[in-house]
């Protein structure tokens, strides 16, 4: 497609191949509210790119999600225009269960002792670093080279989102951690900046080792061997293998290479290997392809990955006290300067903003030009906020993955490794136009599997529905439905809002919801069945 063929979004100017023209009536009227609010020239006809209707779409969803557990409210625009939507919005986990209880060890280069990590409360159990056994954890306390790597899985495995006011919390924002670090940083060692197959195997062992004095119930690894191996010749499978077998489910990432060949631990025949998706960073699915992820037969013949996660446009830490988070720092200060700042704060500034930013300070003659050069240098470096930057790899989709495992072990700490393994191939989906091999069973899909997986005890009474519980000063909602594998409630009291209110399933077929006690009144809803069908409450 040519620059002429491009259309312009009537919202944020930018140059798209294709406009949003149809809106969903029920679901997205406070989508089209809240953008006439910000356009008051826009009407729908106008069209908007799916960039901007996610955005809205998004601080709708923020809004209107009344449950407690449903985050707080603010902005997620960042100032390029450029939205990154938090990881558990865009796999649309159940905020109930956060990994509370449950120990995820993670495998990496190295790490550093992040403020998501460990501000609110220290979840870090253990560290290690494998390669020096009497490392000090002080060392983890200041950041290193080889600890950019281990520091992002860690954060988008089971970072609370402390340094964004909670906005890009993990899926698993509760669960505690094991670190353990293999990359050689000792200058007099002949592998110096190297992660051996020696280490890896030696991580793995320390796991075997410990893994009941911490309570390890999955280990992540975002890392792999130097070459494939059959496993009969690799310790580093047959490692993985044991911990399988004692209970411990163990992730790892499928690389990102497309014509690449899998390589221990992914090759292990029973590790859940994870290869990659591109939602294109949008709610709307419609544009949703596969990561480079690498696929194929391992050389025993097992087809790997059995699964894909988001593998880009992820959101992960800046490594604090690096000249990148000193970067990101003067580059957000820098866009929210006014007219009457700018020139006294860059006169003032001028060395270090030199020293500490790459922008073209030649050519920068007044405010409009300051804000072209930051914007440009965001775009460059993907430093979307002062704390974070986006990302990509199936380093960042495998501990996705645990950390939804994490939340079926909270909510069912006795599944073993093989039930895991079931429940979400089983509720995975396959994404259509895209051959098996390279996605496995499909993109992993949280609240499916929570749903296979919970069955909860049928309702005492059901007096019929809704129920006003003014004791628990709730309502109670109650659907029996045999077949459905999701149900969500929608109405009058959130807008008509599809994914936000979901029920629980029960035992014999019944369902069921609390909600706060709302305002006196009348109010219109349905149920929601399987993303596809409207259901009155007959109760009623």
Known sequence: MTSTDLLKCPLCGDQVDRLVYRFHVESETEV?????????????????????????????????????????????????????????????????????????????????????????RNRVKAIVDITEPKQKSKYFTTPHPESWHGTMTSVVCAGDGFSSNGLYKSIASEAELVLIKTQITNDAHPDNGKITTENITAALQWVLDNYKKHNIKIVSISLGDDKPLKQ??????????????????????????????????????????????????????????????????????????????????????????????????????????????????????????????????????????????????????????????????????????????????????????????????KTAKRLPNFEAARQGFGLIHPRRAITQLMKLDKPNTVLGSPLINKAKNKIEFYIQHEGAYQISLAGDFNGWTRDALFLNPCKEGYWKIELPLLPQGSYRYKFFIDEHYWVEDICN
């Not at 911990?243 to 690449?260: Q, R, T």
């Open 232 to 425: 009969s010749e690799s310790t580093v499978n047959q490692l993985a293998e044991q911990l399988i077998d004692s209970g411990i489910v163990v992730v790892a990432a499928a690389g990102n290479d497309l014509n690449g060949q899998l390589k221990p631990p992914a090759s292990s025949p029973h590790v859940i290997t994870v290869g990659g998706l591109d939602d294109v960073n949008q709610l709307d699915k419609q544009n949703t392809g596969l990561y480079h992820s690498t696929f194929g037969a391992t050389l025993d013949g097992f087809m790997k990955p059995e699964l894909i996660a988001q593998a880009i446009w992820l959101a992960a830490p800046i490594l604090p006290g690096t000249v990148e988070k000193t970067e990101a720092e003067w580059l957000h200060r820098l866009i929210g300067l006014t007219e009457s700042e700018w020139q006294v704060f860059v006169e003032k500034n001028k060395t270090a903003l030199q020293q500490e930013t790459k922008l073209q300070w030649d050519s920068i003659y007044n405010l409009s030009d300051l804000h072209q050069r930051v914007k440009e240098r965001i775009q460059t470096t993907k430093f979307f906020s002062p704390h974070y930057m986006h990302v990509d790899g199936t380093s960042f989709a495998a501990p996705i993955v645990s950390s939804i495992i994490a939340q079926l072990l909270q909510c069912k700490p006795d599944l073993t490794p093989k039930e895991v393994r079931n429940i979400l191939f």
């Open 32 to 120: 089209i509210h809240r953008i006439k609010t910000d356009h008051t020239d826009w009407v729908e006809t106008n069209g908007a790119c799916g960039r901007c209707v996610d955005y809205y779409h998004t601080e709708v969803v923020i809004h209107q999600r009344i449950l407690p557990e449903a985050g707080p409210h603010f902005p997620v625009k960042s100032v390029d225009d450029f939205v990154i939507l938090p990881t558990p919005l865009r796999l649309d986990a159940d905020p109930h269960f956060t990994g509370k209880g449950i120990t995820i060890c993670l495998i990496d280069s190295g790490f550093y002792l992040h403020d998501d990590l460990t501000r609110t």
